[in-house]
């Protein structure tokens, strides 16, 4: 069958305009379709690492943005001495906007010596002598510094707050290159703050085989009786509650990606369909000269999967380049959801639009296959 490859492109390309339009939709709805892929698998990728599972995150109980927890920094010796605990890191968060957008800023203030500890990064461009000895200096990640056009050695204001830039770092997490590290002091002493004492939230690594619901529950149970109440949760989970209405959303688009592929079947069928009716008299030749019913219907279905197989693979390039050109995240309530293609996504573009392909050849190329051969020879 592949043998008739190039018979099929000329047959495809004999109706240019019909041909460029249904590969152009169903480019555009594979380009939708991952990109609603890349979403999905931000959200997943934010809440199943085992960084989210093996963590905890105190916060002030009810309450949301960064901006309104307030916890007494003293905690983080209580909650050192819990079952289960093997580390606690008090954190400072300083975020300009707390509202769902694309372009926010999020500083985390922690002890130096923590932060090699609780996260796993490598720096691309300066090193961690000039973070650790530099009251105001600060480790961007590379998505932020790409965006905002800094490097090492620059200065990097926001408000009242300047940093400077001692280098900037890469991680295996996307969402992570989004954040900005600065020492714990500075973000609570920063020009028109003080904050000393407090902190917004605690980090708590658990040791190996710690029940991470039990060590939450015994924390704030422990810490009910304090000047502040607490709210525990694994780190997936409490990221996972504070993008709230914007996790649901995410879910919803499930839809639009079935949607794609329902245009998808639609452009595909409905022009395979016009192509065997215009070459109705074609195929009864084929068949007078030795074609079997079955090789006419392979050729049929054949024609279908290329036309898909090509709108996927533009499709499918086509968001990939956005998507690794553009940096794309999300940003609600200090936490962030980074888009980024992965291998996961693109195979899962590509087979969806082969498998939609053939699904859309079936009918036209079954109608070809049994059209007899005589009356389709009187047509035209």
């Known amino acids: 069958m592949l043998r008739f490859i190039p018979y099929l492109l000329k047959t495809i390309w004999r109706h240019r305009a019909r041909t460029i339009l249904t590969v152009s939709g169903t480019a555009v709805a594979m380009f939708v379709f991952c990109f609603v892929g890349a979403v999905q698998e931000g959200m997943s990728d934010l809440t199943h690492r085992r960084e989210a599972r093996q963590s905890l995150i105190t916060f002030q109980t009810n309450k949301f943005c960064p901006a309104t927890s307030r916890l007494p920094q003293d905690y983080d010796a209580k909650i050192r001495q819990v079952d289960g605990v093997r580390d606690v890191v008090p954190i400072q968060v300083f975020t300009n906007n707390c509202r769902a957008t694309l372009d926010a800023v999020v500083f985390y203030g922690l002890p130096a010596e923590k932060l090699q500890a609780i996260r796993n990064f490598r720096l691309i461009e300066g090193d961690w002598a000039d973070f650790e000895t530099r009251q105001d200096a600060a480790l961007v990640g590379r998505a932020v510094a790409a965006r905002r056009g800094r490097q090492r050695g620059d200065s990097f204001r926001l408000g009242e707050l300047t940093v400077h830039v001692a280098g900037v770092y890469e991680s295996s997490d996307p969402a992570e290159e989004n954040y900005i590290y600065t020492h714990l002091d500075f973000l609570q002493r920063h020009k028109g703050q003080n904050q000393v004492g407090t902190v917004t939230q605690f980090e708590t690594l658990l040791a190996d085989g710690a029940d991470a619901e039990a060590v939450g529950s015994t924390i704030d149970e422990m810490l009910l009786g304090g000047t502040v109440a607490t709210d525990t949760r694994p780190k997936g989970v409490f990221q996972a509650r504070n993008l709230g209405d914007l996790k649901q959303l995410i879910d919803l688009s499930h839809l639009l990606a079935f949607a794609c ?120």
Request: a neutral charge; zero cysteines.
């Open 261 to 380: 592929v329902g245009l998808v079947l639609a452009l595909v069928g409905t022009t395979t369909l016009m192509a065997v009716q215009d070459r109705v008299k074609e195929h009864a030749v084929l068949q007078t000269i030795g074609f079997t019913g079955g090789r006419v219907f392979g050729l049929v279905l054949m024609e279908s999967l290329i036309l898909s197989a090509i709108g996927g693979l533009v499709g499918v390039g086509a968001a990939t380049i956005v998507l690794w050109g553009s940096d794309l995240t999300v940003y609600t309530e200090a936490v962030s959801v980074a888009f980024r293609p992965s291998l996961t996504m693109m195979l899962t573009g590509l087979a969806v639009a082969l498998v939609v392909g053939l699904l859309a050849g079936l009918a036209p190329a079954r109608a070809a296959a049994r059209a007899e051969i005589v009356p389709a020879l009187r047509q035209g």
